[in-house]
């Protein structure tokens, strides 16, 4: 398809990647299809809906290759779900609503595809209880460059232990040696290829971000019944007493067999969001009293049981930690089945990355066009979150930089976000997320949590941080391995050496 209208619409991903440009884009609907493609193409990049937001799904000249008609969903069972790659989170829950069943290691963004979540080893909000994307993938269909169609099932395919797989195509014998270097041991990670002795086939391509393969198909786990879900906003008056709120949540819902209190997540945002969603209104569209003087929001999904009087005891034990943690005063609650309600306060979670996401843009539009979105998806080890939230208030105030902080506490994975008022506040912000990258290492933790790598500049320069220039090296070779014409996603990761 050579439309320049249709090709106009998919020449950015949700990181208004700059420079983006293609002349062809190709919707296959089956593996023999992308296989012919790949073996005539010279480069193809694989995009989803492309809500990447790293420049990851932004192309620079390669045939774009749309994973849309891969569409399929077939439930077999109560713990087994067949999708295809083009299915998005939200057709996907609603074909596992009507059956009962769940896919709980979602992102917050539901226009996800599945195929971008295998790419990225996506995370959200309750990766805290569920784990990430990885944890739920037990088999993939990937189309290799060179048309080779792989069925990768987990727990058939096994690294030797001399550290490579060897793969027998039908036109040739692959030997892919695993790299060597130490991943962080953290709740969430997306940086670059996945390594570990052993490990199995199915991980090295989850996460790699299409470098190494299109994956067309998924067969996911589900859980047998739908979580019966109460979301609660509550509003702190100091960061200390909302991180040890939160410390004491994810301690006892460790112990919720004998506690009974079940937090699948806890997100926050700071004092700046929160000043942000009441500049924009979001606070009373949705009709939630942000308290003049909160300073942290946290967002609670607490798991409840099915009977209604276990109900109403575990959610009186969670008012008593709200009303010994100072808060119980300030909060919303959506109760179950109030799903109105729930959707105002997810509004109001999701009003903040919209509210900087549009300044960004106007400072682009009204400042200079060269702006653009600067911030991180860093993690660190729960101990060591109130250390790193103090680094990032010492790296933004020392340089002058207005910026607003939020995620997902519960795995101390949290994202800064600068809101410029010029370019040197961009490239202000480039440095001091560089330096905090570093930080981050050093409390043991990842600078690279759930968005993956792409084609950002910084994003590369903290994948380089963490495995150094032999660990990029052995990131090249496995590339090669795979795709030694360097087809799919040039430039994505790291560039061609």
């Known amino acids: 398809m050579r439309d320049g209208d ?5 020449l950015e991903d949700a990181a208004h990647f700059p420079g983006g440009h293609a002349t062809e884009l190709a ?7 992308v296989a012919n493609l790949l073996r005539g193409s010279r480069t193809c990049l694989p ?14 000249g390669e045939t774009l290759v749309s994973t849309a008609r891969f569409h399929r969903i077939e439930i077999a069972g109560s713990e087994r779900v067949r ?28 226009g996800a595809t599945i195929g971008g979540t295998i790419a990225t080893n996506a995370a959200g909000a309750a990766t805290f209880k569920y784990g990430t994307t990885r944890d739920w993938v037990d088999a993939i269909t990937v189309v290799l460059p060179d048309g080779d169609v792989l069925d990768i099932d987990r727990g058939r395919t096994s690294a030797h232990a001399d550290g490579y797989f060897e793969l027998q195509l039908a036109r040739r014998t692959m030997r ?13 990670l997306s940086a670059g290829y996945f390594a570990a002795p052993a490990m199995d086939l199915i991980d090295l391509f989850i996460g790699s971000e299409g470098t190494l393969g299109i994956v067309t198909a998924a067969t996911l786990r589900v859980l047998p019944k739908r979580p019966i879900l109460c979301l609660a906003f509550a509003f702190f008056e100091e960061r200390t007493p909302a991180i040890a709120f939160v410390r004491h949540l994810r301690e006892i819902s460790a112990r919720r067999e004998r506690t009974g209190i079940d937090a699948a997540a806890i997100e926050h945002m700071d004092a700046r969001c929160l000043a942000l969603v009441k500049a924009d209104g979001l606070d009373r569209a949705n009709g939630i009293r942000i308290p003049a003087e909160a300073q942290m929001a946290l967002l609670v999904t607490l798991e409840l049981p099915g009977n209604a009087a276990a109900q109403d005891d575990v959610l009186a034990r969670f008012a008593g930690l709200l009303a010994h943690a100072g808060a119980l005063d300030h909060v919303e609650i959506a109760a179950p089945g109030e799903r109105g309600r729930a959707a105002q306060l997810l ?10 996401n549009a300044r960004v843009g106007r400072a682009k539009q009204s400042i200079d066009p060269r702006i653009e979105k600067t911030a991180a998806d860093m993690i660190v080890p729960f101990d ?18 207005d910026a607003a902080v939020w995620g997902h506490i519960s795995d101390g994975n949290v994202h800064p976000n600068v809101i410029p008022r010029s370019l040197a506040d961009v490239e202000s912000g480039k440095a001091a997320i560089l330096e905090l990258g570093r930080e981050v290492l050093r409390l043991g ?24 220039d032999a660990g990029i090296d052995e990131m090249r070779r496995v590339k090669r391995a795979i795709d030694p014409e360097w087809k799919l996603s040039p430039g994505v990761l790291f560039a061609e050496a």
């Open 445 to 468: 933790g990842a600078p690279l949590a759930e968005h993956g790598v792409g084609r950002n500049p910084v994003k590369q320069q903290l994948l380089r941080m963490m495995y150094g």
């Open 384 to 401: 060591q979150l109130e250390q790193l939230l103090a680094r990032y208030d010492a790296a933004f105030s020392s340089r002058g930089l």
């Open 176 to 188: 892919i040696d695993v790299p060597r270097y130490r991943m962080p041991q953290v709740a969430k």
């Open 47 to 60: 995009i989803g809906s492309q809500s990447s937001l790293t420049g990851g799904a932004t192309p620079m």
């Open 83 to 110: 999708v295809g790659a083009g299915v998005t989170i939200t057709e996907l829950d609603r074909a596992l609503e009507d059956a009962g069943l769940s896919y709980p290691p979602a992102p917050t963004f539901y």
């Open 347 to 356: 509004a109001v979670r999701e009003a903040v990355p919209a509210a900087v």
């Open 6 to 10: 249709v090709l106009a619409s998919h």
């Open 27 to 33: 919707v296959p609907s089956s593996e023999a299809q």
